[in-house]
């Protein structure tokens, strides 16, 4: 099992930035996918960005590329993504993800509201 904790949403005014942080802890994840996903009030949840545990190879979705950093620590074992440029079309619950090819899990969720 694998346990995801995010923390860092809140209010914050539009071209403002935040960071998220995902905790992670039970078993190891050298050969996981970890990423954020959000999900806005209405709509299905979708892609942010994602970043292999190992390798640190990176992939963002269209409307965050440019404005989003998602970074890992191994060390803390926690994954970031820091949001800068913020939009009031970024307002969402966003979760963190963790997968592989055979199993996946998931945090509670943060919620992040961006005022216009």
């Known amino acids: 099992q694998v346990q995801l904790v995010e923390s860092g949403g809140g209010l914050v005014q539009a071209g403002g930035s935040l960071r ?18 959000r999900q806005a ?25 440019g404005r989003f950093t998602i970074s890992r620590d191994k060390a803390k074992n926690t994954v970031y993504l820091q949001m800068n440029s913020l939009k009031p079309e970024d307002t969402a ?22 005022s216009s």
Do not use: H
Request: hydrophobic share 30%.
């Open 41 to 65: 009030p209405g709509k299905e949840r979708e892609f942010v960005a994602t970043i292999t545990w190992s390798g640190g190879i990176t992939s963002y979705s269209d409307s965050v590329k």
């Open 20 to 37: 998220l942080s995902c905790a992670v802890s039970g078993r190891t994840v050298g050969n996981y996918i970890m990423g954020w996903f």
């Open 93 to 114: 619950n966003y979760y963190c993800n963790a997968r592989t090819a055979l199993t996946e899990y998931w945090g509670q969720g943060t919620q992040v509201t961006v």
